[in-house]
T-cell receptor, first 114, second 115 residues
Framework: GESVGLHLPTLSVQEGDNSIINCAYS??????FIWYKQESGKGPQFIID?????DKRQGQRVTVLLNKTVKHLSLQIAATQPGDSAVYFC?????????????FGTGTRLKVLA | NAGVTQTPKFQVLKTGQSMTLQCAQD?????MYWYRQDPGMGLRLIYY???????DKGEVPNGYNVSRLNKREFSLRLESAAPSQTSVYFC??????????????FGSGTQLSVL
């Protein structure tokens, strides 16, 4: 069953609209960021990643934007579909290829309205 | 290609009992991790293994032990379970150190309840 935060912020969007999910990260030394999608009862699933030397990266229907000035990350989902309903969270890696510790956000629940 | 496989999917323990969570990956990754996920909190790292033969503590290691049995397998052991260890546990693996492929791949999780 659902085990991810009971009181997560929720974003409700109409099917077909674009979704924007935001994440603030904490460490200016973080050099690698990932967005994950987690459906109820399942493990996190990789969506897209970005390195700190980039501002934007695009995938299929998804775009990640990185603003290092304000330590902010966003995930844009184009033409949101019912299958996009899930919890989305970001992860940051604090510094260097020798560091194995990722820090995860608590997540945002995306609800797609038909 | 199974990716990361965890067993069991569900487990109920009584306080003081012990158990081992099993994890195996078939992606030939060097690094493996154990996380716990609790309501209202992000995934927290319990232990990790940067490479075969090494293990290190994460954020919340107390009450747990790990074994990197070989490159494929990384187990998590609760020696004397406590109610505070009720959580969903995820195993993950990555090829950390390769700039083109550092993402974490997760298993489907083990839901553990300690009564």
């Amino acid at each position: 069953g659902e085990s991810v935060g009971l009181h997560l912020p929720t974003l409700s969007v109409q099917e077909g609209d674009n979704s924007i999910i935001n994440c603030a990260y904490s460490n200016s030394a973080s050099d690698y960021f990932i967005w994950y999608k987690q459906e109820s009862g399942k493990g996190p699933q990789f969506i897209i990643d970005i390195r700190s030397n980039m501002d934007k990266r695009q995938g299929q229907r998804v775009t990640v934007l990185l603003n290092k000035t304000v330590k902010h990350l966003s995930l844009q989902i184009a033409a949101t579909q019912p299958g996009d309903s899930a919890v989305y969270f970001c992860a940051e890696n604090r510094g260097g290829s020798g560091t194995y510790k990722y820090i995860f956000g608590t997540g945002t629940r995306l609800k797609v309205l038909a | 290609n199974a990716g990361v496989t965890q067993t069991p999917k569900f487990q109920v323990l009584k306080t003081g009992q012990s158990m081992t969570l099993q994890c195996a990956q078939d992606m030939n990754h060097n690094s493996m991790y154990w996380y716990r996920q609790d309501p209202g909190m992000g995934l927290r790292l319990i232990y990790y293994s940067a490479s075969e033969g090494t293990t290190d503590k994460g954020e919340v290691p107390n009450g747990y032990n790990v074994s990197r049995l070989n490159k494929r397998e990384f187990s998590l052991r609760l020696e004397s379970a406590a109610p505070s260890q009720t959580s969903v546990y995820f195993c993950a693996s990555s090829e950390r150190g390769r700039p083109d492929n550092e993402k974490l791949f997760f298993g489907s999780g083990t839901q553990l309840s300690v009564l």
